[in-house]
């Protein structure tokens, strides 16, 4: 069964001796305070240099990475002539670079595991990023709706499944995963969370008025198969209008029911993310439009609602969350190419679903109890 997967890296084992210089590099010379005033933001961001995240990735991203050269990046990195994983590290520079961005996810519903996106407008136009943080909870400290200011330079910019992160370098040699021998090698990986916490602060408080929705039909975007023109889209804030539920799983393309199983044990069962065996990677359930088009709602095994039902297919209207598309094996580039399915929508909580059904008959009751889906019970 193909599924979106989310980026949790199981990169248990670090070299950590390749790494000390690049830590070391990381740290600024003196403590950073964690809340700022815009005014002292702006003060930072003029001795240094503040960059748009698509002028930060066109200047330091390249296709094949500079760190430890791509013969030591996992066996399916290399697709064609793009490189699914790679890794930029960036000089410490004398003039401090930033990047800053409000961020769009909360991971309290357990659904965005040690992973923080950001969002800016540009002219009008929004511009995403995920971040890369070996830290849970991490929401309880930057919180949805949250402006925060990073120094960027002595960290890195790298893909993982051709979706672009700030990150560090990563070794993965973990022998107990689904086709490890595929999977050994340098990757993008998490920054350590003192490092990352001593580069970032928090412009006032949170303000989640202030985030940007591209509202968006699946035909806008599910056509997209170039990898290059993915990563501009990845990880962007999004809602995606008049949609359903179908009650289906995608298999390798084609959309197949759901079955009434037990998901402690049954992979296929009707919610939103049942076992995965041990596989560790995030279930899809299919949403449609009224075009009969379709897309996967992306759900971790982990997240506090994944044994909820899911909607009843008569329950239709707007699902919101984060854009992603993410493709991870390059080894069978020529004979699956990406496709449609290879993107989907993260909820950050079941807040995201703004569904009713016919008789305008909210998702939720009066009380903002999830009506349709409840915790699976054997009884």
């Not at 401090?96 to 357990?110: E, F, H």
């Not at 412009?203 to 929705?213: R, V």
Request: proline letters at 4%.
């Amino acid at each position: 069964m193909k599924t979106m997967k989310f980026i949790i890296h199981n990169s248990k084992f670090i070299i950590a001796t390749a790494l000390v210089a690049l830590f070391a590099a990381c740290t600024p010379d003196e403590p950073t305070k964690l809340y700022i005033s815009e005014a002292e933001a702006d003060a930072m961001i003029e001795a240094g240099t503040c960059l748009t995240i698509e002028e930060f990735k066109a200047a330091y991203m390249t296709e094949e990475g500079n760190y430890c050269m791509p013969d030591l990046y996992r066996e399916r990195s290399k697709a064609g002539n793009y490189y699914l994983f790679s890794i930029d590290t960036i000089p410490v520079s004398d003039t401090p670079i930033y990047m800053r961005g409000r961020v769009t996810t909360d991971d309290y519903a357990g659904n965005f595991y040690k992973t923080l996106c950001i969002q800016q407008m540009v002219g009008g136009k929004q511009q995403a990023l995920r971040l890369s943080v070996d830290a849970g909870s991490i929401g309880g400290l930057y919180q949805l709706g949250q402006e925060i200011l990073i120094r960027v330079d002595g960290l890195a910019i790298g893909r993982y499944a051709n979706q672009p992160q700030l990150c560090l370098p990563s070794y993965n040699n973990n022998i107990y995963a689904n086709k490890a021998e595929e999977k050994v090698g340098w990757a993008a990986g998490r920054i350590p969370f003192a490092i990352f916490k001593a580069r970032t602060q928090c412009i006032g408080t949170p303000d989640k008025s202030k985030l940007y929705y591209d509202t968006l039909k699946i035909t806008d975007y599910n056509h997209i198969t170039s990898l290059i023109e993915a990563r501009s889209w990845d990880a962007k804030l999004v809602c995606i209008e008049n949609v359903h539920f179908t009650g289906q799983l995608d298999n390798n393309g084609t959309p197949k029911n759901c079955t009434n199983g037990d998901p402690e044990i049954d992979t296929e069962a009707n919610v939103f993310a049942p076992t995965t065996e041990n596989m560790n990677y995030p279930q899809g359930r299919i949403i449609k439009d009224a075009q009969d088009k379709w897309t996967l709602v992306s759900t971790s095994e982990y997240a506090k609602y994944a044994h909820f039902y899911l909607p009843a297919n008569n329950y239709w209207g707007n699902v919101v969350g984060i854009l992603g598309f993410y493709y991870d094996n390059g080894k069978n580039y020529s004979k699956y190419p990406p496709e449609a399915s290879d993107w989907s929508i993260s909820i950050r909580s079941l807040d995201d679903l703004q569904l009713y059904d016919g008789d305008d008959h909210w998702l939720y009751d009066a009380n903002g109890n999830y009506k349709p889906g409840y915790e699976y019970s054997k009884n």
